[in-house]
């Protein structure tokens, strides 16, 4: 598919949580090309995939295709920042290297990979196989998981066709799922105290990942906001990989550069939640700071 095609996809899809804009299929071609381009166990730069793909650089589709291997977990990140790189993950190499044919164990890889996105395991464990007709689907996506109806068209046909393509349109295939209290089941489990990162268009919104205070209707909230996030837009990650929860209030969203120090003050009511990871300098920041929000909840304070 042209580059000029894959464009018109992606502005279908519109803004909303995050949904695969590429089909399954579509991104195991895109694994295949990587490993006959004979870098299938080694990381590169995110440019190196785009060029294999036929990209003309760091384009919004380029951008697209990664954050959708991703999301079928067909890739993993090394690195962050300037010196990110990408590289295909164990689950990728057991489908491209599985040249076994009508193979169980590739055919269950597929399977894996089909559900990974979070909001196809989602349709999957709520509604299972065979499915029921498009409105049907459509209401639970713009009702209960806050999908444009254009993005729900979107992520209907692409789901349709990556079930088709890892068999799983039969319902002799469907995954066994546990259900919860309310009666729907989830691929994934977020609670609180995770550590979890926001990706919203393809884009990581956190930098660096966020600690979750309240799960709550299918919505989690983090440290250092008042933001409800659906949960189709969260993904679970190590506490390892945070170096500190966030920002000074008045960058929140481009955040500071790594060696700045890391602090985040949020003012709830007449109390402060304070975090910060800082060296000596930054701790006398911090005690300006403290000085200055002093004042802040003397005002804010209910009065006696």
Same mark, same amino acid.
């Given at each position: ?53 036929? /990209? ?15 999301? /079928?977990?067909?890739?993993? /990140? ?5 010196? !990110? ?15 076994? %044919? ?27 196989? %065979?499915?029921?007709?498009?409105? @049907?689907? +459509? ?6 998981? +806050? ?8 992520? $209907? ?21 546990? %259900? ?15 550590? @979890? ?9 956190? !930098? %660096? ?19 409800? $996030? ?75």
């Amino acid at each position: 598919m042209s580059e000029e095609v894959e464009k018109s996809d992606a502005i279908r899809a519109g803004r909303g949580p995050a949904y695969p804009w590429i089909s399954l299929e579509k991104a195991v071609d895109r694994i295949n090309q990587v490993r006959d381009a004979n870098i299938p166990r080694t990381a590169v730069k995110p440019l190196s995939f785009f060029k294999i793909w036929g /990209y003309k650089g760091d384009s919004g589709p380029a951008r697209q295709t990664v954050a959708a291997l991703n999301q /079928y977990g067909l890739i993993e /990140y090394v690195g962050r920042g300037g010196e !990110k790189q990408v590289q295909l993950s164990p689950l990728a190499h057991r489908i491209i290297f599985d040249k076994v %044919p009508n193979s169980p164990e590739r055919a269950k890889a597929l399977s894996e990979a089909a559900l990974k996105p979070t909001i196809y395991g989602r349709l999957m464990t709520k509604l299972g196989v %065979p499915l029921p007709p498009d409105f @049907v689907i +459509e209401t639970f996506l713009t009702r209960d998981c +806050e999908y444009s109806e254009d993005a729900a068209k979107s992520v $209907i046909g692409g789901y349709k066709g990556t079930l088709k393509f890892a068999g799983l349109d039969n319902p002799d295939n469907m995954p066994h799922s546990d %259900p919860t209290e309310e009666g729907e089941t989830f691929p994934w489990t977020v609670k609180v105290g995770d550590y @979890v990162q926001w990706t919203s268009n393809g884009v990581d919104q956190f !930098k %660096p990942v966020r600690k979750v205070t309240k799960v709550e209707n299918g919505h989690v909230w983090v440290f250092g906001s008042n933001t409800a $996030i659906p949960m189709e837009q969260i993904t679970v990650t190590e506490p390892t990989a945070l170096k500190s929860i966030i920002v000074d209030p008045s960058d929140r969203d481009n955040g500071p550069p790594d060696d700045a120090p890391q602090i985040d003050v949020l003012l709830r009511g007449h109390r402060l939640q304070i975090t910060a990871d800082v060296d000596a300098a930054g701790l006398q920041t911090l005690k300006e700071m403290i000085g200055k929000y002093e004042e802040i909840l003397k005002l804010v304070a209910p009065k006696k």
